[in-house]
């Protein structure tokens, strides 16, 4: 994993953040950030947490970023042309190597796995291709962020979601209708998932698993 990028991003830093429970806790170690529809600011928040936990920890952080989205994170620090987590996981005639993949950002806490520029087709997500990946990653990292796609736009979550150590769900204040932020719960949950917590996105505020549960 070598190479160095420096990139201008402004991260977001949520106002109010609890993570200490997740970093002193050494079973959660790959984390997966989903939302239940598209344009809830997943990215965001996930760039603002793998900020807040390299930060916080002082330990090595990687974010992964698993959502080929229009504003992927990928884009936004203009990564779109780097191979990546695509490649790793559905370029069947000529994968990369994990090393070859991984970007440090020299401006930044944490290292960066991009979306990846192979155009992928109807091809679903190998669960033991991914549980490879994130076992390689556990490897060299403290904690493995991922970046994922909504519940309702793609099953890709839903796989990953019984992968990681822990999900948590991304809200958007006063948009996503707590119905909808309820049943992509049920969803996750139902299939396995581990949720740890919801990020109120714009009012950035990291809700403990205690408080989800009461939701």
């Excluded at 790959?30 to 760039?47: F, R």
């Excluded at 952080?61 to 884009?75: C, M």
């Excluded at 936004?76 to 987590?85: M, S, V």
Aim: glycine share 6%; charged share 20%; hydrophobic share 40%.
């Amino acid at each position: 994993m070598d190479g160095s990028t420096s990139r201008s991003l402004t991260i977001a830093t949520p106002s109010e953040t609890n993570l200490t429970s997740t970093v002193l806790d050494e079973d959660q170690r790959t984390l997966l950030l989903t939302a239940a529809n598209t344009g809830s600011g997943t990215s965001t928040s996930a760039l603002a947490f793998a900020s807040q936990l390299a930060l916080m920890s002082g330990e090595s952080v990687l974010l992964v970023d698993a959502s080929p989205s229009s504003n992927s994170l990928s884009q936004q620090l203009k990564l779109e042309k780097q191979r990546g987590f695509s490649d790793l996981m559905f370029n069947q005639d000529t994968p990369p190597l994990l090393r070859d993949c991984v970007v440090r950002l020299s401006d930044q806490p944490f290292d960066i796995l991009p979306s990846g520029i192979y155009k992928r087709g109807k091809e679903r997500l190998n669960p033991d291709l991914m549980r490879a990946l994130l076992s390689n990653l556990a490897k060299d990292y403290r904690f493995v962020v991922v970046d994922g796609e909504a519940i309702y736009a793609s099953p890709d979550s839903l796989v990953i979601g019984t992968l990681v150590d822990g999900v948590i769900l991304v809200v958007t204040a006063e948009d996503t209708r707590w119905e909808v932020a309820q049943a992509a719960a049920q969803r996750l949950t139902q299939a396995g998932a581990k949720l740890i917590g919801s990020v109120f996105n714009k009012r950035k505020y990291y809700m403990p698993k205690w408080l989800y549960n009461n939701l």
